[in-house]
């Protein structure tokens, strides 16, 4: 499945913003879904997973109670609403996908990246 992340952009700190994830193809109901991040110097970190169904969702607890993820299968669509951002926050972030019905919470769990959108949050 090709994968294109969207939404990213400035806002202040705790201030909201919405990504989301366009998919390509007939299986994404089939896909588990994960968001990573990856800031300048560092490496690409887990920030939340949810399963095919949607009903299974995990989090990096740096981003717990903040930030929430959903998809809608209809649309092919993943998001990611991230609330009270922190300038710590500021990071590209990615959409990853496998085909299973889990979505793990490491890089190597997944078979196709999105391209990334940039996030800054300013102090």
């Known amino acids: 499945v090709q994968l294109q992340a969207s939404g990213g952009g400035l806002v202040q700190a705790g201030g909201s913003l919405r990504l989301s994830c366009a998919a390509s193809?007939?299986?994404?109901?089939?896909?588990?879904m994960g968001w990573f991040r990856q800031a300048p110097g560092k490496e690409r970190e887990f920030v939340a997973a949810?399963?095919?169904?949607?009903?299974?969702?995990d989090y990096a607890d740096n981003v717990k109670g903040r930030f929430t993820v959903s998809r809608d299968n209809t649309k092919n669509t993943v998001y990611l609403q991230m609330n009270s951002l922190k300038p710590e926050d500021t990071a590209v972030y990615y959409c990853?996908?496998?085909?299973?019905?889990?979505?793990?919470?490491?890089?190597?769990?997944?078979?196709?990246w999105g391209q990334g959108t940039q996030v800054t949050v300013s102090s």
């Open positions: 949810i399963d095919w169904s949607g009903l299974s969702t």
């Open positions: 990853a996908g496998r085909l299973a019905t889990l979505a793990p919470t490491i890089t190597s769990g997944y078979t196709d």
């Open positions: 193809g007939r299986r994404f109901g089939a896909y588990g």
